[in-house]
């Protein structure tokens, strides 16, 4: 069964701005797919409606298994989202607020201790969480992040930017324990990025998105065929003007 199936998958704002133009996309099991694009190409857009967060103006799709239209509430059951921003509050640490959110997900007090330790532990954290949110690195930040969006044991992990901000050595951390929630945990992984080195070492498939349509799709080895960089493939087929919005 593919994780994300989506046919013609349209959104319109009301300001009139079509940010994305029908996307079919196919995602299979066990993937880290990673989604391109320069700003305002569509990439947000088109993941808060894959994770619920937007609904689409039109077309179809099936996330982790269940209808997006006709099914949110299942599909949010069996997803995990990690947003740009996260969820580690920066006043408080995150061990009280990891077993809340594990509550949220139906387990009672006890398996919720025990589930939010067994995550911690995955991703070495194990110790951290009675820190204040403020009194962690950017890596270990992100990782709670992580372990929140890991906590009910989605097939289908959304990643927006995971590691934008972070030192090498903490980003390459990140990409240790992202391929080791697949190779350990059979987790199928969606992420968006601007690091095109990050897209080559860690995604198996890359889709580009621009003007709100996919223009280029495979494997970082088939983009790349005939010697090229990444870079030299993305703004190939994006352009090289600028995409800045221009503030109305
Ligand atoms: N709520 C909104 N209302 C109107 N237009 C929007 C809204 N959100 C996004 N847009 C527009 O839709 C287009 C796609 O935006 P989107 O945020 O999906 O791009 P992106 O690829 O995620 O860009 P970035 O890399 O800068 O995050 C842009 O033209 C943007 O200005």
Same mark, same amino acid.
């Given at each position: 069964?593919?994780?994300?199936?989506?046919?013609?998958?349209?959104?319109?704002?009301? +300001? *009139?701005?079509?940010? =994305?133009? %029908?996307? #079919?996309?196919?995602?299979? !099991?066990?993937?880290?797919?990673?989604?391109? $694009?320069?700003?305002?190409?569509?990439?947000?857009?088109?993941?808060?409606?894959?994770?619920?967060?937007?609904?689409?103006? +039109? *077309?179809?799709?099936? =996330?982790? %298994?269940? #209808?997006?239209?006709?099914? !949110?509430?299942?599909?949010?059951?069996?997803? $995990?989202?990690?947003?740009?921003?996260?969820?580690?509050?920066?006043?408080?640490?995150?061990?009280?607020?990891?077993?809340?959110?594990?509550?949220?997900?139906?387990?009672?007090?006890?398996?919720?201790?025990?589930?939010?330790?067994?995550?911690?532990?995955?991703?070495?954290?194990?110790?951290?969480?009675?820190?204040?949110?403020?009194?962690?690195?950017?890596?270990?930040?992100?990782?709670?992040?992580?372990?929140?969006?890991?906590?009910?044991?989605?097939?289908?992990?959304?990643?927006?930017?995971?590691?934008?901000?972070?030192?090498?050595?903490?980003?390459?951390?990140?990409?240790?324990?992202?391929?080791?929630?697949?190779?350990?945990?059979?987790?199928?992984?969606?992420?968006?990025?601007?690091?095109?080195?990050?897209?080559?070492?860690?995604?198996?498939?890359?889709?580009?998105?621009?003007?709100?349509?996919?223009?280029?799709?495979?494997?970082?080895?088939?983009?790349?065929?005939?010697?090229?960089?990444?870079?030299?493939?993305?703004?190939?087929?994006?352009?090289?003007?600028?995409?800045?919005?221009?503030?109305?």
């Amino acid at each position: 069964m593919n994780l994300i199936e989506t046919q013609g998958l349209t959104k319109t704002f009301k +300001s *009139g701005v079509e940010a =994305v133009k %029908g996307v #079919d996309i196919t995602v299979e !099991p066990g993937q880290i797919v990673g989604f391109l $694009g320069p700003n305002g190409a569509g990439k947000s857009t088109t993941m808060r409606m894959l994770t619920t967060l937007l609904a689409p103006t +039109s *077309g179809s799709a099936k =996330v982790a %298994g269940r #209808d997006l239209l006709a099914d !949110p509430a299942g599909v949010r059951r069996r997803i $995990g989202y990690v947003s740009q921003s996260g969820g580690v509050n920066l006043a408080a640490p995150p061990a009280g607020d990891l077993v809340l959110q594990a509550m949220l997900y139906g387990m009672d007090r006890g398996r919720a201790r025990e589930r939010v330790a067994e995550v911690l532990a995955l991703l070495e954290l194990t110790g951290m969480e009675h820190l204040p949110g403020g009194a962690l690195s950017g890596g270990q930040r992100r990782r709670f992040d992580l372990a929140f969006g890991l906590l009910h044991r989605p097939p289908l992990l959304f990643l927006d930017e995971p590691t934008t901000g972070l030192d090498p050595q903490s980003r390459a951390h990140l990409w240790d324990h992202i391929r080791a929630l697949r190779a350990d945990h059979g987790m199928t992984v969606f992420l968006t990025t601007h690091y095109l080195d990050e897209a080559d070492a860690l995604c198996d498939r890359l889709l580009i998105i621009d003007g709100g349509r996919i223009v280029a799709e495979g494997s970082p080895a088939e983009l790349k065929a005939g010697g090229r960089t990444l870079d030299d493939v993305f703004l190939d087929i994006t352009g090289r003007s600028l995409r800045e919005e221009v503030p109305a």
